[in-house]
């Protein structure tokens, strides 16, 4: 089936920036893009759609984000926008009420942030036994890096005043004793609540994953990423892919706890190649936690703190043993770095393990530094000497830029998300929204990345701010490149996938203030409509 798109800006992404009339999309692919004269001339029997003056660009790949927690989290009570304790509570109270959640079941609500809550801090049990005194409730902060559980949660899990803070990660204590208030930080310690109230949550994880998916495609993305996969994500995710629900590509990287190698050989057909539009994509590590959690790990103190920098996920040797065998078994290899002491260690340690792997920045490894917030210019110069990609979370300068102020001071703060300098230093530079942690909105990215305005309206950064165009290369041809997939996404070249996406303003001719306005009115999967705006 041939299909012809013109009467419209035709932004191709590719660095000549030419505009073609028309394009000509014939059995999914992109087969002619020129006059259109010749492109009726090329087709068979086409079919014609009139742009009517609206642009039509390659469809935006996510950076970095995970489409089985937007899943799963779209199961739970939104705790965004609270402003308070009594918030959460009286939103926690309604959800029960609203799923009637019983005996056997949970409470769980995602997306606080004490940050903006009036108390300045986060809940406690006592806080969240008011909503239930013997079922278990938990709520996970806006970063995912921490949560809390009230007392039944606590009990369940057999978290008492004897349980240990882990590598990496702690529960907090009432001051003066070991007994647990319900708080947990980063990965290990926050499992342990999150895998008791997981269990038992109804409902279709196939269904859900689905829904997730119309999410991303409405934002006119059509490869999305798993950017922390479980075995259980894994296979759910192949259910799906079985069944023929997907119809965005999704790239999975699984944690390195989660026994990748296993996974690799179990679902081989995914690996390197889609597989009915599910691959394996590699393995991810955490390094760090969250600098708006204040447990990134910087090389120097918070603001305000005498010593307090943060503190590492895992120690080095670790590190450089995951890469190591990413290396030799041939697959890419994703860190969660947000402190620049986090990117120094996944630098470091990727360094070392190439030098012991004997193998080169020619091997074209494509690692790749996620969310990249405080990364220095040094630091950068050396991921562009062996290869490292920076996928940057640029709507941290929005949503968190005035929180950044505050705990990392001017300097470091206005320095977060480096985006021109990594683009100045030739990097492969791209971007995510680390959904769920906030929306895949692209354009809300391509907005941050060019304006760099924080919530309050203060210009964070000036100096690294973006162009128009260099923020859409970073969510479309860079975006492909992390996932080797450079030669058939990113941008409309023949012989390239119709991975495309309709916008109602063309980004390059809208005032950069309005660029968040822009909306998206269709999606193409491969030639064929997969969201249009109604
Ligand atoms: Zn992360
Ligand atoms: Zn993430």
């Known amino acids: 089936m041939d299909k012809i798109y013109y009467n419209g800006d035709i932004l191709t992404m590719e660095d000549t920036r030419t505009e073609p009339e028309a394009v000509l999309?014939?059995?999914?692919?992109?087969?002619?893009?020129?006059?259109?004269?010749?492109?009726?001339?090329?087709?068979?029997?086409?079919?014609?759609?009139?742009?009517?003056?609206?642009?039509?660009?390659?469809?935006?790949?996510?950076?970095?984000?995970?489409?089985?927690?937007?899943?799963?989290?779209?199961?739970?009570a939104d705790l965004s926008g609270c402003e308070s304790f009594s918030d959460i509570k009286m939103r926690l109270a309604a959800f029960q009420k609203e799923k009637k959640i019983g005996e056997d079941g949970a409470v769980i609500g995602v997306g606080y942030d004490h940050n903006f809550l009036k108390e300045k801090r986060h809940p406690d049990k006592y806080i969240l036994d008011e909503v239930s005194d013997h079922i278990p409730v938990f709520v996970l902060h806006a970063s995912g890096h921490m949560g809390v559980g009230n007392s039944a949660l606590l009990k369940e899990a057999g978290i008492d005043a004897s349980a240990p803070d882990m590598e990496g990660s702690r529960f907090g204590r009432i001051p003066g004793s070991m007994e647990p208030d319900g708080y947990a930080e980063e990965t290990k310690a926050l499992n342990l609540l999150l895998a008791r109230v997981y269990a038992k949550i109804p409902g279709d994880p196939?269904?859900?994953?689905?829904?997730?998916?119309?999410?991303y495609l409405s934002h006119g993305i059509t490869t999305i990423q798993d950017g922390a996969a479980s075995g259980q994500d894994v296979e759910t995710l192949f259910e799906a892919a079985k069944e023929g629900l997907l119809k965005a590509d999704v790239v999975s990287y699984v944690l390195v706890g989660e026994e990748p190698e296993k996974l690799e050989q179990e679902y081989a057909e995914l690996k390197k190649a889609y597989w009915n539009h599910l691959k394996l994509g590699g393995r991810k590590v955490i390094l760090d936690g969250s600098p708006q959690g204040k447990t990134a790990w910087l090389s120097k103190p918070y603001a305000g703190e005498e010593e307090y920098r943060g503190y590492p996920a895992m120690e080095q040797e670790k590190v450089q043993t995951y890469i190591r065998n990413a290396?030799?078994?041939?697959?890419?290899?994703?860190?969660?770095?947000?402190?620049?002491a986090a990117a120094q260690q996944w630098i470091d340690s990727f360094e070392k393990a190439m030098e012991q792997c004997g193998v080169s920045k020619e091997d074209d490894l494509r690692p790749v530094m996620i969310h990249c917030q405080t990364v220095r210019k040094d630091q950068l110069l050396r991921m562009k000497n062996i290869g490292m990609i920076p996928s940057m979370f640029v709507d941290h300068v929005y949503y968190w830029g005035d929180i950044h102020l505050k705990n990392l001071g001017e300097e470091r703060a206005e320095a977060i998300s480096p985006a021109k300098s990594a683009f100045e230093q030739g990097l492969c530079v791209n971007f995510h929204q680390d959904s769920p942690v906030v929306?895949?909105?692209?354009?809300?990215?391509?907005?941050?990345?060019?304006?760099?305005?924080?919530?309050?309206?203060?210009?964070?950064?000036?100096?690294?701010r973006v162009d128009v165009f260099e923020a859409l290369k970073a969510v479309t041809i860079n975006g492909a490149y992390a996932y080797f997939e450079e030669d058939k996404k990113g941008s409309i070249t023949e012989g390239k996938l119709a991975d495309l996406v309709i916008l109602d303003r063309n980004p390059l001719k809208t005032p950069v203030s309005e660029l968040k306005d822009i909306k998206v009115t269709e999606t193409l999967k491969e030639g064929e409509t997969v969201y249009r705006k109604c």
């Open 25 to 76: 999309i014939s059995d999914g692919f992109i087969a002619f893009t020129g006059s259109l004269k010749e492109a009726v001339r090329a087709a068979h029997q086409p079919e014609m759609t009139d742009l009517d003056g609206k642009t039509l660009m390659p469809a935006f790949i996510d950076g970095h984000s995970h489409i089985s927690l937007v899943a799963q989290f779209s199961q739970f």
């Open 206 to 215: 196939k269904a859900q994953i689905e829904k997730a998916q119309e999410l």
């Open 439 to 464: 929306p895949p909105d692209m354009l809300h990215t391509v907005w941050c990345a060019v304006n760099r305005e924080t919530r309050e309206g203060k210009i964070l950064g000036e100096e690294e």
């Open 327 to 340: 290396i030799e078994n041939g697959v890419q290899i994703l860190a969660h770095c947000n402190g620049d």
